[in-house]
């Protein structure tokens, strides 16, 4: 298996453009996180994902953030407009195969966003 | 909230060394326990999980131990290699929750 793939790995925008990081997760699997990383507060959950259904986006910081799943190996989060705060790392991860290791996540490689 | 630390920040030791990674979390009702593995610059690889009903679990040079009732875990890495440096992440899953609580992670530098 490739594993959790994600694109672009790095990407570096101006500040008020559209940013769309995109996941492809592990066939089978059924749940998929947005995570994001920074210096200051480490890893954190954006928003979880269950058979292609948004469960829980509390950890979207704002309205300029929002994600999709249209189908089961897909899912985008958009950034519209970014802005230099929004630097950071993003990580895609899944999770679900039956299985007594049913939780256990993978993660993607990230993407490094960089917004000027 | 679920608040996961690490202990140390960061740790040099040579090559060849035994060292011990600490982790403790404050809401002992978790459903397992992560550790993972940054490279810089990298993603994160799953090392090793322990499910709550397990005291612990070994790959390798690695073992990684559970005490849920105190909130503590251990990753204990064995002759330890320039290989092996890293920056080495704990995370919680809860029994409320989906969502990995991580701690801020452990740099170790293995030094030939």
Not at chain 1, 10 to 30: A, D, F, W, Y
Not at chain 1, 52 to 72: L, T
Not at chain 2, 45 to 50: A, C, G, P, V
Not at chain 2, 66 to 73: F, I
């Given at each position: 298996?490739?594993?959790?793939?994600q694109?672009?790995?790095?990407?570096?925008?101006?500040?008020?453009?559209?940013?769309?990081?995109?996941?492809?997760?592990?066939?089978?699997?059924?749940?998929l996180?947005?995570?994001?990383?920074?210096?200051?507060?480490?890893?954190?959950?954006?928003?979880?994902?269950?058979?292609?259904?948004?469960?829980?986006?509390?950890?979207?910081?704002?309205?300029?953030?929002?994600?999709?799943?249209?189908?089961?190996?897909?899912?985008?989060?958009?950034?519209?407009?970014?802005?230099?705060?929004?630097?950071?790392?993003?990580?895609?991860?899944?999770?679900?195969?039956?299985?007594?290791?049913?939780?256990?996540?993978?993660?993607?490689?990230?993407?490094?966003?960089?917004?000027? | 909230?679920?608040?996961?630390?690490?202990?140390?920040?960061?740790?040099?030791?040579?090559?060849?060394?035994?060292?011990?990674?600490?982790?403790?979390?404050?809401?002992?009702?978790?459903?397992?326990?992560?550790?993972?593995?940054q490279?810089?610059?990298?993603?994160?690889?799953?090392?090793?999980?322990?499910?709550?009903?397990?005291?612990?679990?070994t790959?390798?040079?690695?073992n990684?131990?559970?005490?849920?009732?105190?909130?503590?875990?251990?990753?204990y890495?064995?002759?330890?290699?320039?290989?092996?440096?890293?920056?080495?992440?704990?995370?919680?899953?809860?029994?409320?929750?989906?969502?990995?609580?991580?701690?801020?992670?452990?740099s170790?530098?293995?030094t030939?």
């Amino acid at each position: 298996d490739a594993g959790v793939i994600q694109s672009p790995r790095h990407e570096v925008t101006e500040m008020g453009q559209e940013v769309t990081l995109r996941c492809k997760p592990i066939s089978g699997h059924n749940s998929l996180f947005w995570y994001r990383q920074t210096m200051m507060r480490g890893l954190e959950l954006l928003i979880y994902f269950n058979n292609n259904v948004p469960i829980d986006d509390s950890g979207m910081p704002e309205d300029r953030f929002s994600a999709k799943m249209p189908n089961a190996s897909f899912s985008t989060l958009k950034i519209q407009p970014s802005e230099p705060r929004d630097s950071a790392v993003y990580f895609c991860a899944s999770s679900g195969l039956e299985g007594s290791s049913y939780n256990e996540q993978f993660f993607g490689p990230g993407t490094r966003l960089t917004v000027l | 909230k679920q608040e996961v630390t690490q202990i140390p920040a960061a740790l040099s030791v040579p090559e060849g060394e035994n060292l011990v990674l600490n982790c403790s979390f404050t809401d002992s009702a978790i459903y397992n326990l992560q550790w993972f593995r940054q490279d810089p610059g990298k993603g994160l690889t799953s090392l090793l999980l322990i499910q709550s009903s397990q005291r612990e679990q070994t790959s390798g040079r690695l073992n990684a131990s559970l005490d849920k009732s105190s909130g503590r875990s251990t990753l204990y890495i064995a002759a330890s290699q320039p290989g092996d440096s890293a920056t080495y992440l704990c995370a919680v899953l809860t029994n409320s929750g989906y969502a990995l609580n991580f701690g801020k992670g452990t740099s170790l530098l293995v030094t030939p």
